[in-house]
């Protein structure tokens, strides 16, 4: 568990509610009007100086903090506190024209221009210089000040420029890899640089994987993922130090959900306080599985802490090509969901929308016609529901569930040349907490280094970076009586990029009783030829069968114990289709020449499910999709003579060869469910009904259009105030959060 956040808690008495605020855009009969407004609003919480840096510091090393000041001292005679930012997200203009070195430099070897936002290099002297002696001043000014609650370093790290390659990073490049590999023949073997003779001479030769002509070394593409994360976060760390000699407030920064770039385990490591910035698109239907699922991350990254939403929109965003308002209702029910999912405060970007700059039409809790837009309800409305929801700070979730994440491995396989574009960062882990959120079952999203202990179901999608230290974590679990599913690709990569020899799944083949011998993708459609009607003479090439042009792969339940498991769910044996990923499995022992890997027995392992060769598995027939193997921890010693009819506790280890679509996901999610004894929230719901936990907080969520009738609900709606006897009706787009 992080130190920090068991040690500098941020415990408001409600649920933070405001937002950013830029006070410096407006006059000051704006500013005045501002502060009444907020209080008309129930804001409780601000984020001042995010993008000041330049009102800060208006030339270098001159201070003009005074303003600053009595904004926070107004604000805090108002009852609002805040959330001091560092303001270094924004270098000034005087840092662009004085060190033009510290702009970043893109792998074109362009370098980026000042005129918009996060245009600094994250391994610049003078930028670390600067942004530390900011914080530091800030720190030391304000450190103190009963006003200021919570210190907000930066603003959205490597959102915009997550890697530079000049030549101050290509020197602490050089740096960081001699101190990882101490001598270059180290860094060779790890490299693998005998191929394309790509071999080093010296440090001195390596330079950053920029623009190539043509593929990169995986290795060195991983490596300088890592370094890129480990400049980004030495910048924030370099400011947290600087406040830390003056204040003892708790700190945090903005992620951004699963932000590819960054390895979020590592950096909650630092920070008292996890914070999130969530945008869902309104047109999308999945937007209200896209705020579960970055809110059980954020939640798990501060291993089961609650956390802070620092910014959503109160309406519409500016930056998609085409930008949905909030349906009516929407802004509260989603900031319900927030809560939720383990949040204890909710924010906006921002206060008061924009006047100028590339943010105008992004809205505001104060938008551009004021109170005439139904935002302004939204907002005044959300304001007074949370100051009713006390009850709900500092309860935790209950789950016993976990989905395992991991950046690195997600790094590896997009720096891998192959097998198959990988698309979106965590795309299979997010597909099975969407199955999990879409059954009403409770999860928590963790890491590959997390202690899994009381979890009865533990989930391993796709951990293409192979994890001996998670391997032996699961083993523990399952012998201890947890069902665990791994699905491929797993364990086909070592650190260094090094392929797992001897059959894929590395350290989680004897857990899973099998090895991967061979990838199986599927491509899609290749194309068509530019006369379709070619066909009718193209004698030789039409006789050619090409089922890896499909994108589906059919599968058939093999295993009458898992259909009766089924049966006994009262769900018939489904039409499980995987999409376009398979693989062939073969046992632990060497293959015989004899026959094909599928043809063999696989010893201790049930084969619960086949290829059945419908789409594109004509080449798969018949080959293992699912396999099952019954974990049993040896009884203690001396146990078996005493009680030789008991066995150990049993558990079960499932791999799934393929990427399965939502009914299959679904369906196999309802017999490890039983298995594992897992339930949902609360049984029954409703179409469009979802239901969560916080302690002996009940939310329950309608994210349909039509209202939802739930029974067996007994307790008090801290929404309305209203009780709870058993029967009650929500809304369409509404919450309720009943304390029972």
């Not at 002297?125 to 900011?134: I, K, N, P, Q």
């Not at 590896?412 to 574009?421: E, K, M, N, V």
């Not at 597909?431 to 009381?454: C, K, M, N, P, Q």
């Not at 003479?537 to 089922?547: E, I, K």
Request: aromatic share 8%; with cysteine; net charge negative.
């Amino acid at each position: 568990m992080p130190h920090s956040v068991v040690s500098r808690r941020f415990t408001p008495a409600t649920p933070s509610y405001g937002g950013d605020w830029n006070p410096e855009q407006w006059d000051e009969e704006v500013v005045e009007r501002d502060i009444e407004l907020m209080q008309q609003a129930g804001v409780t919480l601000v984020s001042l100086g995010i993008f000041s840096w330049a009102r800060l510091e208006p030339a270098e090393g001159t201070y003009d903090l005074d303003w600053l000041g009595a904004l926070i001292d107004r604000l805090h005679g108002a009852g609002i506190d805040v959330d001091l930012a560092t303001g270094t997200a924004s270098p000034p203009a005087w840092m662009a024209s004085d060190h033009p070195e510290s702009l970043p430099v893109d792998a074109r070897g362009v370098r980026l221009g000042f005129g918009s936002r996060q245009q600094y290099c994250p391994s610049s002297r003078v930028y670390r210089e600067r942004s530390t002696a900011l914080a530091g001043e800030l720190a030391r000014r304000f450190g103190n000040h009963p006003g200021v609650v919570l210190w907000h370093v930066g603003n959205e790290y490597a959102c915009h420029v997550h890697e530079c390659f000049c030549d101050v990073c290509a020197t602490d490049f050089r740096v960081w890899l001699q101190e990882r590999y101490v001598d270059i023949e180290g860094l060779n073997a790890a490299w693998g640089t005998d191929f394309w003779s790509q071999r080093y001479g010296s440090f001195d030769q390596i330079t950053p994987p920029a623009a190539m002509p043509t593929f990169h070394n995986p290795a060195q593409m991983l490596d300088w993922r890592r370094f890129s994360d480990h400049q980004i976060r030495g910048c924030m760390s370099g400011e947290i130090a600087a406040i830390r000699e003056h204040s003892d407030q708790p700190v945090t920064t903005n992620f951004m959900g699963s932000h590819r770039w960054l390895d979020y385990r590592a950096w909650a490591q630092e920070l008292d306080v996890i914070s999130d910035d969530s945008y869902p698109d309104p047109a999308d239907p999945a937007a209200a599985h896209e705020i579960a699922w970055q809110g059980d991350v954020m939640r798990g990254l501060g291993d089961g802490a609650p956390w802070l939403l620092m910014e959503q929109a109160p309406n519409a965003v500016q930056w998609r090509t085409h930008n949905s308002p909030k349906r009516p209702g929407q802004y509260l029910l989603w900031s319900l969901a927030r809560l939720a999912h383990g949040a204890d405060g909710v924010l906006q970007f921002q206060w008061r929308q924009s006047r100028q700059g590339a943010e105008t039409f992004h809205s505001g809790m104060v938008p551009h016609a004021g109170a005439a837009s139904r935002t302004w309800d939204d907002v005044v409305q959300v304001g007074d529901v949370l100051s009713r929801l006390g009850d709900v700070i500092g309860t935790r979730s209950r789950a016993r569930v976990a989905v395992v994440i991991d950046w690195e491995s997600e790094w590896a396989r997009a720096a891998a040349i192959g097998p198959t574009d990988p698309g979106e960062p965590f795309a299979q882990a997010r597909a099975w907490h969407r199955t999990f959120w879409e059954a009403g079952i409770a999860v928590d999203v963790v890491g590959a280094d997390s202690d899994l202990e009381g979890y009865s179901l533990v989930v391993a999608p796709a951990l293409f970076m192979d994890r001996p230290g998670l391997a032996s974590e699961l083993e523990r679990v399952a012998a201890g009586g947890a069902q665990v599913l791994v699905t491929g690709p797993t364990g086909v990569v070592g650190v260094h990029m090094e392929a797992v020899l001897g059959g894929y799944l590395g350290s989680f083949r004897e857990l899973l009783g099998v090895r991967v011998v061979d990838h199986a993708a599927l491509t899609g459609p290749v194309g068509l030829p530019a006369d379709s009607r070619s066909v009718l003479v193209d004698r030789l090439s039409r006789a050619m069968g090409a089922p890896g042009a499909c994108t589906w792969t059919g599968i058939s339940v093999e295993s009458p114990s898992l259909t009766r498991s089924l049966e006994r769910i009262a769900i018939p044996t489904p039409d499980l289709r995987a999409g376009m990923w398979a693989e062939v499995l073969a046992p632990l022992e060497e293959v015989s020449e004899q026959g094909d890997p599928g043809d063999l027995p696989l010893a201790g392992v049930e084969v619960v499910a086949t290829f059945d060769g419908r789409g594109g598995g004509v080449d798969l027939a018949g080959l293992p999709a699912i396999t099952h193997r019954l974990v049993t921890a040896a009884p203690e010693v001396g146990s078996a003579e005493e009680e030789p009819e008991r066995p150990g506790t049993a558990g079960g280890a499932w791999y799934v060869t393929c990427d399965l679509d939502a009914p299959s996901r679904a369906a196999l999610v309802q017999v490890l469910a039983a298995h594992a004894r897992v339930r949902p929230v609360v049984d029954g719901l409703p179409d469009g009904v979802e239901a969560q936990s916080r302690g002996d907080i009940l939310f329950l969520l309608n994210h349909g259009d039509r209202a939802a009738e739930v029974s067996g609900v007994v307790g008090t709606d801290l929404v309305s105030g209203a009780p709870c006897t058993g029967h009650v009706v929500l809304a369409p787009r509404s919450g309720m959060v009943v304390a029972q």
